[in-house]
DNA sequence: TTGTAGGCGTTATCAG
DNA sequence: CTGATAACGCCTACAA
C-alpha cells in the first residue's frame, strides 16, 4: 500500500497539487465543485498529510519532550499522567525520558529532545544534578522550557513546585502537636532543592517549638528508597532510643520506617509517630495506615504542561514570554501512624 | 540564534552543500582537508542535522508509539521503564499515550500515531476492546506492530506475553497445596484475555484437584481496582463464611481483599489464604506480607521493543517477517499471606 | 478560480 | 574529489 500524497489525488483528478492543497485547507478560492471532488477522493484514499513534511514546512512537530528521574514511581507516574493527558488534549504528543538520577544522563537527553526539535521541554531533575550548563542551553536555543518538582532556583524559566518547606513545616508541626518531643528526620539526598527545603521546614518547626535541633537525629539517605528507611530506623531505635517520631521526606523511606518498627514490635503512633511526604497509595493500605503530605501530582502535571504550552504560543508568535512559578498547594493527611485507629 | 544549515556552513566555506553533507557523513570521496575543515567548523558552529528534514527524506523518524492502559500502575510502568530503555539504547525514542482501558480513546490513539508516522506500534490493549478493526489496519499499512501482556489471538502480529492460565493454575495449587479446600476467586474484566485465562487456569486446577467448581465462588471486577478487592471480600464472608482462600486476579485486588480481612479480624493465612497476581511493589510491605506471581514487567518491555526493532529493521529491507510470539516465564512467590510467618 | 514556482533542509545520483 | 540537480511532500506568494 503506497502513500497517498497531495500530488497523487492531483493526479487522479487531473487538477494542480496547489488545488488540491487549498480545498482541503478550506481556502475560500476553491469552486464548489472541485472542492467536493478533492474532499471526496481524499476520504475515500483515506489521505493523511505527512506529518514529516509538515513539520519541515511548519518548523514545528506537536510534540514536547519530559525528561523524569524515573517512570517506576507512584508521584511521577502521576505527573506523567498529567502531562500526558493535558498535552494530548491540545493536540501534542510526549515523548518520555528517563534520567536514572543520573546527571549524565540527564545531559544526553535534553541534548536528545534538541536535536529532535521537539516543541516543548520538561523537566524534573535528577538528585545528581548539579550543574546546569544543560538547562542553560535549552534557554539559550529560546526552547519553551518548564521545570516540575525536582527545580533549580537558578534556572530563569517557569516552574511548577509545593512549599516543600512550609509542607515538611507543617509535618513536623503535626507531629510536635501530637506531643513528640525527639523527632528524627530521614532526609533525601544532598542535592534536590526539595530535599533541602524539606529538612529546612523539620528544622524551622523544631526552633518555632522551642526544640532543640540535633543534627544526629538527621539521617541522609542516598535514594530515598524503602531499605533506607528501614536501615536508618534501625540505627535510630539502637541510638535514639527514646525518639517519639520519625518524619520521612518520602512515602517509600516511611514505609522502611513502618516495616522495621512493626517488626520490632514497636507500636506505633504509641511509642513512635510516623508520617512520610506525597501521599502514595500504598500508604492507604498498609497497617498502620500512614499520615503523610499529599502532593498533587496529577495537577503538577497539568500545571507543567499548560504552562509550557503558553510558552510554545509565546515563542510561535514572536511575543515576549515572562516566566511563572506556580505553587501549587499541599495539605496533611492524618492516619493511624500519628493517630492511631 | 538562527539554526545551522549544511547550507551555511557551505557558504562560510566556499564550497557546495553536497560536500559539506558528504564530509560529515564520512563519505570516502571527499579530501582529508575539506572533511577537516567542514568538521571543524560545523562543531565550532554545534551543527547537528534538522531532524525534520531528515525524517522526511529518509521516512523514518526513529520514533515509536506505546499505547498502554495505564501509566499510574506498577505492572504497567515497569514495562514502560524497560521500553524506554531499551529503545534509547538503539537510538529510538517513545511517544506514549494512555488508553485508560477505554476502546475509544485506543482507537483514536492508534490513528493519531500512524498519522505521525511512527516507525513502530507497542500496545497493550484496553479492557473495553472487544474490536479489532484499529488492529487490523495497522497490519494493512505494513507498521511495525507489538502486542504485549493484555493481546488480541487473532491479531496476527507479534506478542510478548506470559501464559496467564499456567501462572494461575499454579497460584491457586499453591493454595491447594497448604490445604485450602474452598477458593474463591476475583476475576478481572469480562475482556481481556489474561483475565480468562487467569480464570481458566483457576478452574482447571480446582478440577485437576476434584474440588467442585463453583461459579457463585468467582467475582467478577470491572476494574481490578482496590475497592472491588474491599467490596467482593465483604460479600465472600456474608455469603461464603467457609471459603478458606482467595485468589484475587491482581495484587491491588488483593491488598483490598487483606484489608477487608484485617478489619475484621479475620486471620490470615490461618483462616483465610490469599494470594494474588503481578507481584507489585506493594505486596512486600503490607502486612501480611501478600504472595503472588511474578510477572517480569521490566523485561517485558525489553522484549517487547527487541521484537518490534526487529521488525522495523526487516520492514526497512524490504525483508519478509514473520510474527513471533515471546512467552516469559514467571513464578509464585511464597509470602506471609499464604505461608503465615 | 487555478496553477506555477520556490523553498523548508537533507540526501542520493550522476556528471564533471 | 567536487558539485549541480532532483527529490522527499507540503505550503504559500504570486501570476495567469
Known amino acids: 500500500m ?42 475515500s484514499l483515506h489521505y493523511t498529510p505527512n506529518s514529516f513534511a509538515v513539520n519541515l514546512r511548519t518548523k514545528e512537530s506537536k510534540t514536547i519532550g519530559l525528561i523524569i528521574p ?53 523537566i ?38 509545593i512549599d516543600d518547606q512550609r509542607a515538611s513545616f507543617a509535618a513536623t508541626q503535626h507531629l510536635i502537636d501530637l506531643g513528640c518531643k525527639k523527632i528524627a528526620h530521614i532526609r533525601g539526598p544532598v542535592n534536590p532543592q526539595n530535599a533541602i527545603d524539606r529538612f529546612l521546614g523539620y528544622k524551622k518547626a523544631l526552633e518555632k517549638n522551642n526544640i532543640v535541633y540535633d543534627s544526629k537525629l538527621v539521617y541522609t539517605c542516598l ?47 504509641e511509642q513512635i509517630k510516623v508520617i512520610g511526604f506525597s501521599n502514595w497509595f500504598m500508604g492507604q493500605v498498609i497497617t498502620p495506615k500512614l499520615s503523610t503530605v499529599d502532593q498533587p501530582g496529577y495537577e503538577m502535571g497539568i500545571q ?12 510561535k508568535n514572536d511575543a515576549k514570554f515572562i516566566p511563572r512559578t506556580v505553587e501549587l498547594p499541599t495539605s496533611i493527611i492524618k492516619r493511624e501512624s500519628t493517630l492511631g485507629k
Open 124 to 161: 524534573s531533575l535528577s538528585n545528581e544534578s548539579n550543574n546546569d550548563e544543560h538547562l542553560k542551553e535549552i534557554l539559550r536555543r529560546n526552547i519553551p522550557f518548564v521545570m516540575f518538582d525536582k527545580i533549580n532556583k537558578l534556572i530563569n524559566c517557569s516552574k511548577v513546585i
Open 2 to 43: 503506497k502513500d497517498i500524497t497531495l500530488k497523487e489525488i492531483a493526479q487522479q483528478l487531473g487538477i494542480s497539487i496547489t488545488t488540491v492543497s487549498k480545498a482541503l485547507k478550506n481556502y475560500p478560492d476553491v469552486s464548489e465543485k472541485t472542492r467536493n471532488a478533492v474532499l471526496q477522493l481524499s476520504q
Open 304 to 315: 507543567s504542561f499548560k504552562l509550557l504550552l503558553e510558552e510554545m504560543n509565546s515563542v
Open 223 to 269: 535514594g530515598a528508597a524503602f531499605e533506607e528507611g528501614y536501615e536508618f530506623t534501625k540505627q535510630i531505635i539502637e541510638n535514639h532510643p527514646d525518639v517519639d517520631g520519625i518524619f520521612a521526606v518520602t512515602d517509600m523511606v516511611a514505609v522502611g520506617v513502618i516495616n522495621y518498627l512493626t517488626e520490632k514490635n514497636i507500636k506505633i503512633p
Open 70 to 122: 524515573e517512570v517506576v514511581h507512584h508521584f511521577f507516574s502521576n505527573i506523567i499522567n498529567g502531562i500526558i493527558e493535558e498535552a494530548e488534549k491540545n493536540g501534542y504528543l510526549v515523548i518520555i525520558l528517563q534520567s536514572n538520577e543520573s546527571m549524565e544522563m540527564e545531559i544526553k537527553q535534553v541534548e536528545l529532545l534538541m536535536n529532535k526539535r521537539v516543541d516543548g521541554i520538561l
